[in-house]
Structure formats: structure tokens, C-alpha cells
Nanobody, 113 residues
Framework: VQLAESGGGLVQPGESLRLSCAAS????????MGWYRQAPGKQRELVAL???????RYGDSVKGRFTISRDNPTNTVYLQMNSMKPEDTAVYYC????????WGQGTQVTVSS
């Protein structure tokens, strides 16, 4: 199983960005998919998770600004990030669970003026 993230980059405060993560190597549907992030010198933290039936969970710092969604047939998960802040700067990792956890290699998101 491989998770391929895309959509990272540099944005200014207040702008938006959309991340995508496509899973390959399995025809099974992941139970949970989502995103974590890790900023320099900090621990990896939850950003958002979504289950197969659409239940979501968000980290406190992104509630109301980020929206997670997924396409089950293609095992693809998306993260729409709005009203971005400098503190959102981090490497964002795609996560998928199918009995065991899988991780993407990460994509850099930088919010700076």
C-alpha cells in the first residue's frame, strides 16, 4: 500500500490550500483516512480524520477552518484548508488505517507573508 500526497506549497495568511492523498496497492476500502502534521520541534498532531461512513474528527486548532472529505471508491482523501495561519506551517502526512496504519511521505505546507 502506498499513499501519495499532493497539493502542498506556500500560501499567505488568510489564503486557502487543498491537499489530496491517493492510496494505491489495495482494492480494500480503508476504515479511516486522514491527516496529521508536524511542525519543526513539535510532535506530530492530529489535523482531521474521516471514517468510511463520513464521521469526522478535527484537531482543536483547525476546527471551523479545515474540512476533510473522501472518495471511498478511489481511496482518496482531501483536506480543504481555509483561513490559513502561520501556525499551520508544517509537514502534512496522510494517514490510512486498515487494521494497521499506513503513512504517506509528507507534503510541506508553509503559510507566510
Amino acid at each position: 500500500v502506498q499513499l501519495a500526497e499532493s497539493g502542498g506549497g506556500l500560501v499567505q495568511p488568510g489564503e486557502s490550500l487543498r491537499l489530496s492523498c491517493a492510496a494505491s496497492g489495495t482494492r480494500l476500502t480503508f476504515n479511516t483516512m486522514g491527516w496529521y502534521r508536524q511542525a519543526p520541534g513539535k510532535q506530530r498532531e492530529l489535523v482531521a480524520l474521516i471514517t468510511t461512513d463520513g464521521n469526522t474528527r478535527y484537531g482543536d486548532s483547525v476546527k471551523g477552518r479545515f474540512t476533510i472529505s473522501r472518495d471511498n471508491p478511489t481511496n482518496t482523501v482531501y483536506l480543504q484548508m481555509n483561513s490559513m495561519k502561520p501556525e499551520d506551517t508544517a509537514v502534512y502526512y496522510c494517514h490510512a488505517e486498515l487494521g494497521i496504519a499506513f503513512w504517506g511521505q509528507g507534503t510541506q505546507v508553509t503559510v507566510s507573508s
